[in-house]
């Protein structure tokens, strides 16, 4: 088929549309739906993703975590099964204390946490996170004090009850007020707050503005933080690479707690990468469940465009039989009208991925959420919308093409 004939074929199609806006509407509702929604989902994931990935990257690449067992694989139990941290001992200060010594290791920061209520004057807010960590915490993070100070490593060896606050908690409990060297009730202990931190901002520092940082003994022994789940937040020295820390840390673990050659660790040992893998597995079942979605609302849009294009055959019959009489082959007429419904898929598609890109850039606008438009899901948009069009005009091109050019003529 040539340029000329397709341009025409693509021309008729909009005219129609353009000609009948109801009809029109209702026939691409579907695809405009389906199309928004991957678009939409796409943006989102793609944004989340970016995110994500940047605050592991801030992190530190080299850095890891060990933990009693991997969180990061993810695993369906019916109850029957046993937990996947049975048989596995917690991981304790003391073996802290002994990687901390170790080669190609920076520093370590044990990490626990636990919920409290928070009060300053006639202030309160319930359930605000407390994280027990290691005055080491700041190597893993990502911000700056704000005022103040970290709690010292003295502070720490003696359960003092100090605390970090964060700038968003501090605004809400002394606004318009320094809060350094004030004091605040967590749960039942009074605590001095010593420093405001400042978190960078990203995913979910706008989801949980309001969290406290205490040492770790003190959330132990003040708060009741279990230490069945204290982690170690490992900062690999600059001149080792992570293998060469994590093979020390190996086998410094599996030394103190007697394991012999053969048995399994009983802990471990977590790189930023499983994390990202993780929140890709995660992310992955959403959008295949989107995709289910969409799928229904394509076939939807589909059904559509056969009925349009079966009226559009029956009020063009005359018109065929003239093209026929005047020499125009089956092909000739089956590409026209596939032509025709591809634009009109084509067009939903366009509208869907305005709808679903600017609904995104919209989100990420007006919430923590962020959204960016990858090119593949534009390409697959507009590929997908195509594609339905061919598939579903074929069965109405078909029966253009196969009209007799006498009986087509005789048609009123």
């Known amino acids: 088929m040539n340029w000329v004939a397709a341009r025409e074929g693509v021309q008729i199609a909009l005219d129609a549309l353009r000609s009948n806006k109801a009809r029109a509407a209702l026939t691409i509702l579907g695809i405009v739906i389906g199309v928004a929604t991957v678009v939409a989902m796409a943006a989102v994931i793609a944004g989340v993703r970016a995110s994500v990935t940047g605050q592991l990257e801030a992190m530190g690449p080299k850095n890891f975590t060990i933990e009693r067992f991997d969180q990061t694989q993810l695993r369906i139990h019916d109850g029957s099964q046993r937990p996947p941290w049975e048989g596995k001992p917690p991981i304790t200060m003391e073996e802290a204390e002994t990687i901390r010594e170790l080669p190609g290791i920076e520093s370590v920061a044990a990490a626990v946490g636990t919920n409290a209520d928070v009060k300053a004057g006639a202030r309160t807010l319930e359930g605000i996170m407390i994280l027990g960590r290691s005055h080491q915490w700041t190597n893993y993070a990502e911000g700056d004090f704000v005022s103040g100070r970290n709690f010292l490593p003295n502070e720490e060896a003696h359960s003092s009850a100090v605390a970090v606050v964060s700038d968003g908690l501090a605004a809400t409990l002394f606004p318009g007020v320094d809060p350094v060297g004030r004091h605040v009730r967590i749960g039942h202990e009074q605590f001095t707050i010593v420093g405001v931190y400042r978190q960078e901002p990203n995913l979910f520092s706008g989801a949980m503005p309001h969290w406290a940082v205490v040492p770790p003994t003190t959330a132990i022994r003040r708060l009741n933080a279990d230490e069945d789940w204290i982690s ?181």
């Open 232 to 412: 170690l937040l490992v900062v690999t020295d600059a001149s080792a690479s992570q293998d060469e820390a994590m093979d020390h840390v190996t086998v410094a673990l599996r030394t103190s707690r007697g394991l012999r050659p053969g048995e399994e660790n009983n802990f471990a040992l977590i790189r930023q990468e499983a994390f990202l893998a993780l929140f890709n597995r995660i992310t992955g079942v959403f959008f295949l469940v989107m995709l289910v979605l969409s799928s229904i609302g394509l076939m939807v849009g589909g059904v559509g465009v056969v009925a349009i294009m079966m009226i559009s055959v029956t009020e063009r019959t005359r018109e065929i039989g003239v093209r026929k009489a005047l020499g125009a082959t089956r092909r000739e007429i089956l590409w026209q009208f596939l032509i025709e419904s591809m634009t009109v898929t084509v067009v939903g598609g366009i509208i869907g991925l305005a709808l679903g890109g600017g609904g995104a850039l919209l989100l990420s606008k007006l919430t923590p959420i962020p959204a960016t438009v990858p090119l593949w899901s534009v390409v697959a948009a507009l590929a997908v919308s195509a594609i339905t069009g061919i598939g579903f005009g074929l069965y109405p091109a078909n029966r253009a093409a196969r009209l007799d050019p006498v009986e087509a003529l005789r048609y009123e």
